[in-house]
């Protein structure tokens, strides 16, 4: 077994490894065969493709030898300030490149250089301005690609000035396959179809998080893989208890209530987990719950609810108290068990 990082070792290593992003590879590919590059925009969910698309193009410009002195690449979560815009990529976008590099024969190597953001949609706004200033200043002799999730929280500006890629969700199929083929690849022995189907419902389309998640379980369990270890590396809530907090909703004592949901809380289940598989569980075919369409609307906005208190940093038993008790106003449960909302 690899000990090296899966999500590295299979990352695509030129832009035609790219997956399900047929239309992204073709642009592309004309420009990288003319070595005349746009400023790029990729935007889209996250684990898709976006940075290793980034990195390739890189690497298919400049070749291994090039890439450090003409490539930086900086995660804006990490350094979103004006500060690190007006310094670290002013001045490498400002230094001049070489016309005839050693592996001019071998590589386009285009006489620019290349920056890569990654989570750009995370700088401050202050930061975005300086950061259109430096693309327009330096454009001659520096491109840029930007990466990010949410290309609504890009300034207008800078992506006026971008050619814009989104990059598609990757679906279920596809993420199955490719985590079977690094499986087979590593020797790992996946014990029934539930395993891939688990990893992939705990990604949610992300397939760097799908595969950082299949090796952490080979780390922890070996060669051979069942479904109860994803569901014990992933921190998913079980569904029996997803189902048990549903049932809840019956209870019209308050006390039975509230000691049922510290039981919960007392297993070490993040509160924010419960809510969103709650809500999956509600919207899914698999639901057992008697629910109409306004039903679900109202625990779902309730659910929303919660949620935002809980990121605005509020007790995480209160919410839940204040979710079951809220389902447990307008709920019961028929003569065969099955829970019902009147």
């Known amino acids: 077994m690899s000990q090296q990082l899966w999500t590295e070792k299979y990352r695509p290593k030129t832009v035609d ?13 004309h420009s990288l065969q003319e070595g005349n590059l746009p400023h790029l925009l990729f935007y889209g969910p996250p684990g898709n493709g976006k940075t290793s698309t980034a990195t390739a193009i890189a690497k298919q410009l400049f070749g ?6 003409r490539v930086l690449e900086l995660n804006a979560s990490d350094e979103r300030g004006i500060n690190v815009i007006r310094t670290k990529v002013k001045q490498f976008a400002q230094t001049a490149v070489s016309e005839n590099p050693p592996s001019k024969g071998k590589y386009p190597c285009p006489p620019f250089k290349i920056i890569i953001l990654d989570e750009a949609d995370s700088m401050t706004v202050d930061a975005q301005s300086a950061l259109r200033r430096t693309m327009e200043t330096y454009s001659s002799v520096t491109r840029f690609i930007l990466i990010c999730n949410y290309v609504s929280r890009i300034i207008d500006p800078i992506t006026s000035r971008c050619a814009k890629f989104r990059f598609k969700p990757l679906d279920n199929t596809l993420l199955k396959e490719r985590l079977q083929m690094i499986a087979d690849k590593e020797g790992i022995s996946l014990q029934d179809t539930a395993v891939l189907d688990r990893i992939v419902s705990h990604s949610e389309g992300d397939l760097r998080k799908a595969i950082t998640t299949l090796q952490s379980a080979s780390r922890m369990f070996g060669f051979s893989i069942a479904e109860k270890h994803i569901v014990e590396i992933s921190g998913t809530v079980p569904q029996e208890l997803i189902v048990n907090i549903l049932k809840l909703s019956k209870e019209q004592d308050i006390n039975v209530i509230k000691k049922e949901v510290e039981k919960v809380i007392k297993q070490g289940y993040a509160a924010y987990q419960i809510i969103n598989q709650l809500a999956s569980y509600i919207l899914s075919d698999k639901c057992e719950v008697k629910l109409d369409d306004i039903q679900k609307s109202k625990i779902l906005l309730k659910i929303a609810s919660c949620d935002k208190c809980l990121i605005d940093g509020a007790d995480e038993l209160l919410q839940l108290l204040s979710l079951v008790s809220f389902m447990a106003q307008t709920s019961g449960v028929d003569s065969d068990g099955d829970v019902s909302m009147y």
């Open 17 to 29: 490894d790219v997956v399900h992003q047929e239309e992204v590879v073709n642009a592309l590919k």
């Open 64 to 69: 291994p030898e090039l890439y450090k002195s």
